[in-house]
């Protein structure tokens, strides 16, 4: 009977872990006029599933205390739904750039939770160009900027390094709570068994994917599926390399809902 229970648990926690599988989406076109209509009309279309977007307003938060008015109109949009997170983008060079840099543009992003005006607190930081760890010399670097950025109250910390981590692979995962072991190409996934692009299978839960130049008969659904039954966190197919254009969000957020739906009717993998 012991044995039993601890099978059950086990399949509802896989099943609980695939079910939460999010959309990273690096939100880096300008918002303007109508720009993200897309971006709102899907997540208020699919509450169920996480959405992480990354704002990035100039390389980083910019110079200025708050971020032009176009920008605080658009985060105060985001930040109306309850399944959206708000990621604030900055860049460490692979843990050369000076952390004083990088720690003043995690204050700036926080200190956008003082504007009155409208709400545009932000609930993370995306920490691109990270370290892949084999210069084991730099974990202390990204443990520090994470803890910078908690106690800041920016809690979702995301690393990207883009590829797989070489060292001290459970010391990374500890410090962020996803880590992107995966931005290339989609011609690139493909190619390769999944779990090669990955360190090990211990952290899927806390991995993140971001694949581009998706062509467009790409099947979406088949990578989206396989996110899920490895039970990823997150995961995301853009179809260029700069991540302006949003046409590919719709066939992701559908595809993620899909798969959602057919585990809970029992038509899955899972």
Same mark, same amino acid.
Do not use: C
């Given at each position: 009977?012991?044995?039993?229970?601890?099978?059950?648990?086990?399949?509802?926690?896989?099943?609980?872990?695939? &079910?939460?599988?999010?959309?990273?989406? @690096?939100?880096?076109?300008? @918002?303007?006029?109508?720009?993200?209509?897309?971006?709102?009309?899907?997540?208020?279309?699919? @509450?169920?599933?996480?959405?992480?977007?990354?704002?990035?307003?100039?390389? /980083? %938060?910019?110079?200025?205390?708050? %971020?032009?008015?176009?920008? &605080?109109?658009?985060?105060?949009?985001?930040?109306?739904?309850?399944?959206?997170?708000?990621? /604030?983008?900055?860049?460490?060079?692979?843990?050369?750039?000076?952390?004083?840099?990088?720690?003043?543009?995690?204050?700036?992003?926080?200190?956008?939770?003082?504007?009155?005006?409208?709400? *545009?607190?932000?609930?993370? *930081?995306?920490?691109?160009?990270?370290?892949?760890?084999?210069?084991?010399?730099?974990?202390?670097?990204?443990?520090?900027?994470?803890?910078?950025?908690?106690?800041?109250?920016?809690?979702?910390?995301?690393?990207?390094?883009?590829?797989?981590?070489?060292?001290? $692979?459970?010391?990374?995962?500890?410090?962020?709570?996803? *880590?992107?072991?995966?931005?290339?190409?989609?011609?690139?996934? $493909?190619?390769?068994? %999944?779990?090669?692009?990955?360190?090990? %299978?211990?952290?899927?839960?806390?991995?993140?994917? &971001?694949?581009?130049?998706?062509?467009?008969?790409?099947?979406?659904?088949? $990578? $989206?599926?396989?996110?899920?039954?490895?039970?990823?966190?997150?995961?995301?197919?853009?179809?260029?390399?700069?991540?302006?254009?949003?046409?590919?969000?719709?066939?992701?957020?559908?595809?993620?809902?899909?798969?959602?739906?057919?585990?809970?009717?029992?038509?899955?993998?899972?």
């Amino acid at each position: 009977m012991f044995h039993l229970f601890s099978l059950i648990v086990t399949i509802l926690t896989l099943a609980s872990t695939v &079910i939460s599988t999010g959309l990273l989406v @690096p939100l880096y076109s300008w @918002p303007g006029t109508d720009a993200w209509n897309t971006i709102y009309d899907l997540i208020a279309a699919h @509450p169920s599933i996480p959405f992480y977007l990354i704002v990035n307003p100039s390389t /980083g %938060p910019g110079d200025t205390e708050y %971020p032009e008015d176009v920008f &605080i109109t658009a985060v105060a949009k985001l930040n109306s739904y309850s399944n959206a997170k708000v990621l /604030g983008y900055t860049h460490t060079e692979q843990g050369t750039r000076a952390s004083s840099e990088v720690e003043k543009d995690i204050t700036t992003y926080a200190n956008w939770a003082t504007y009155t005006g409208k709400n *545009i607190r932000l609930s993370g *930081i995306f920490f691109d160009e990270a370290s892949n760890g084999e210069d084991t010399s730099k974990l202390a670097y990204f443990q520090n900027l994470s803890r910078k950025s908690k106690s800041s109250s920016l809690n979702t910390v995301v690393f990207n390094p883009g590829v797989k981590l070489k060292a001290d $692979v459970a010391k990374w995962f500890e410090a962020a709570d996803f *880590i992107v072991e995966y931005e290339n190409t989609y011609a690139n996934w $493909v190619a390769l068994a %999944p779990n090669e692009h990955f360190s090990t %299978p211990d952290h899927y839960g806390k991995n993140a994917v &971001i694949l581009n130049q998706t062509p467009e008969d790409a099947s979406i659904d088949d $990578v $989206v599926n396989l996110a899920k039954d490895m039970g990823l966190g997150a995961i995301y197919l853009a179809p260029d390399g700069d991540y302006m254009s949003l046409a590919t969000v719709p066939k992701v957020a559908v595809a993620v809902e899909q798969s959602r739906s057919a585990r809970r009717r029992g038509r899955g993998r899972y």
